[in-house]
């Protein structure tokens, strides 16, 4: 069991923590939760004892191993699969003792404790470790500094799962994993046999992969029962509350306070002034709480274009000599959201930069709108930003023309004040960096926007930011991410990136789910579905009503857009020049049907809304 007792820790004189106190009983999974910056990463190093405290205490059982993934992991000449069987140390220093030990005693001690901890099953237990977190057979074998960063985090994550501390502290272990891996390490979570603390702003791992959340907001601990959707109904619950009840509070001191103000002075009414007053200082303030620190994102707004914005016919596309992906066909239409899916190294990164212009295809052709405007973010973009340039000064180079306070009004719509505007990069939060490199990448208005883990810095709240963001968006979307709340919520569309190829995904996501952890290569074949009399919750059905206005606003659009045209063609100048004619006609053509497609959708959309309010 896992004690926190009355602790107390200021880092230059500001207090983290004050009087904060948990439990946390052997077995249980638990997310911390909480603002950036209240101090779940310094909590995690108060239990491991690196930092000390201020006051109280935190205690453990005696002999528990505490385990936990340093912030950066080296490479060296060591494979990987050798590198994750040494970090069990005491199977490792039993084993070589073992070599050398002569004493028959200590012999048939080193080899009992040996059978209890199952060192002879451990080879095959690291290397299903590493295949769950990406690394095939081959890549097992390969020294550790082939890798990059990323991958020997991997690594090293992979090392503090085998070695199973009694007490499992995770900060942020999705960050550098792809969606297999936040999936596999989902489930492991799931049969961990120890405690586990971890630190996400994952909402589906904190929904699946713990059966308890620990908040730290206002230097306190507070540990709710359920996973993270269950922890935000009771929080509201108890906000709205408190709110009500500062509001009942505030009233009655201010009648008190009325009633002290006039009749102080009259000798007829002191006592009962006196008893008001003492009534008043007696009384324990309750503080409504403080609205959410979130800013929404602010995306400016393309203007529309002709579809397809982007066609993809017969392209191969690669690295040097190396074919990537093989003989592409594909179309986007500007009101697409599409989600790339596929297991590491399959391509989705290289699909990306393909659209993006990053690179060039190797053959085929790419057709793209002549007035298509991209954007880009990827993970790696984060870590290029200028360090000792300012917010301000990347902004301003991309808009030398406008005035000071516009630029600032841009920082401000992607959450990016005052105060972080002057800041150097170098001293700004992982989530404020990834604030600003979407503020760069969506500046100029996109008309198609491809995110490549565009979360991995981002709180819970942030996304939920850009999430509403993406879904009031007019231009197309292409995302990559390990999210799979976001891709739930924004995704419209599923490609499938495999064995050279890109397809649409037979499936939804909770198939490609399953797909992933049972290990095969397709979804399984979908039973038929049974009646139901269960009806949908609220969040379905204001999801499906959602879906069902997206679809009704896209039909306007080309509506609006097939009226012009349609003056267009009506115009007999049009046809004065045939090349013109020819293209408006042609662009005609291509809005009809993607109306067409649009109307389907609508009324497809109109169906199961229809069905859910029905049940």
Excluded: C
Excluded at 21 to 41: Q, Y
Excluded at 202 to 213: E, K, Q, S
């Amino acid at each position: 069991m896992l004690r926190i007792d009355d602790i107390s820790y200021s880092i230059a004189g500001r207090p983290l923590f004050q009087q904060a106190s948990a439990t946390i009983p052997d077995g249980h999974k638990v997310g911390l939760v909480g603002p950036n910056g209240a101090g779940k990463t310094t909590l995690f190093k108060l239990i491991r004892g690196e930092l000390g405290l201020d006051g109280g205490a935190i205690t453990l059982p005696a002999r528990a191993r505490i385990g936990g993934v340093a912030q950066e992991a080296s490479g060296t000449a060591t494979s990987v699969l050798e590198t994750v069987l040494a970090a069990d140390e005491e199977r490792a220093a039993l084993l070589a003792e073992s070599a050398s030990a002569t004493d028959p005693h200590r012999i048939a001690e080193i080899q009992t404790r040996l059978a209890d901890i199952d060192a002879w099953s451990a080879e095959a237990r690291a290397a299903t470790i590493l295949r769950g977190l990406g690394f095939s057979t081959e890549d097992q074998a390969r020294p550790t500094s082939d890798y990059s960063g990323g991958w020997r985090m991997r690594v090293a994550l992979a090392g503090v799962l085998f070695s199973q501390p009694d007490l499992l502290l995770l900060d942020e272990p999705t960050n550098y994993l792809d969606l297999e891996g936040a999936l596999w390490l989902e489930s492991y979570l799931q049969r961990y046999p120890h405690t586990v603390i971890v630190i996400s702003h994952d909402r589906d791992l904190l929904n699946r992969a713990v059966g308890h959340i620990l908040h730290l907001e206002d230097r306190k601990l507070v540990l709710y029962s359920g996973g993270y959707d269950t922890f935000a109904r009771t929080r509201a619950e108890k906000r709205a509350l408190q709110a009500a009840e500062a509001k009942k509070q505030e009233a009655r001191r201010a009648h008190l306070q009325s009633f002290v103000d006039r009749f102080r002075a009259k000798a007829s009414k002191a006592v009962q002034a006196q008893a008001r007053i003492k009534m008043l200082a007696k009384m324990e303030p309750i503080t409504a709480p403080e609205e959410a620190k979130f800013h929404r994102f602010s995306f400016p707004q393309p203007d529309q274009l002709s579809p397809p914005i982007v066609s993809l016919d017969g392209v191969s596309v690669g690295y040097g000599d190396r074919v990537v992906l093989h003989r592409l066909a594909l179309r986007i239409d500007q009101d697409d959201r599409i989600a790339l899916l596929g297991r590491n190294g399959q391509g989705k990164s290289t699909l990306s930069k393909l659209l993006a212009g990053r690179l060039e295809p190797m053959e085929g052709r790419i057709n793209r709108s002549g007035k298509l405007r991209i954007g880009y973010f990827a993970q790696h973009q984060v870590d290029e930003l200028e360090l000792d340039e300012t917010p301000l000064a990347h902004v301003r180079r991309l808009r030398p023309d406008e005035t000071p306070p516009r630029l600032r009004a841009r920082l401000a719509g992607f959450g990016l004040m005052e105060a972080q505007a002057e800041t150097k990069v170098r001293q700004l939060s992982g989530g404020q960096k990834a604030r600003l490199s979407l503020l760069l990448a969506t500046i100029d208005a996109p008309h198609l926007l491809i995110l490549d883990e565009p979360t991995n810095h981002l709180d819970i709240e942030s996304r939920e930011a850009l999430t509403e963001a993406l879904n009031d968006y007019t231009g197309a979307v292409v995302l990559v991410s390990h999210d799979m709340h976001l891709l739930n919520l924004v995704a419209e569309r599923l490609w499938l990136v495999d064995q050279g190829g890109v397809a649409p995904w037979q499936g939804d996501l909770d198939d490609y789910r399953k797909m992933l952890l049972s290990g095969e290569d397709k979804p399984a074949a979908k039973p038929e579905p049974k009646p139901t009399a269960k009806r949908p919750s609220r969040d379905q059905v204001l999801e499906l009503r959602a879906e069902a206005r997206r679809a009704e606003e896209r039909v306007e659009k080309l509506t609006a857009m097939l009226e012009k045209l349609d003056a267009i063609m009506a115009d007999p100048a049009t046809y004065d020049d045939a090349q013109k004619a020819e293209a408006f006609g042609r662009k005609h053509a291509e809005a009809s049907e993607a109306m067409t497609r649009a109307e389907g959708l609508w009324m497809e959309a109109l169906e199961r809304l229809e069905d859910a309010l029905r049940a």
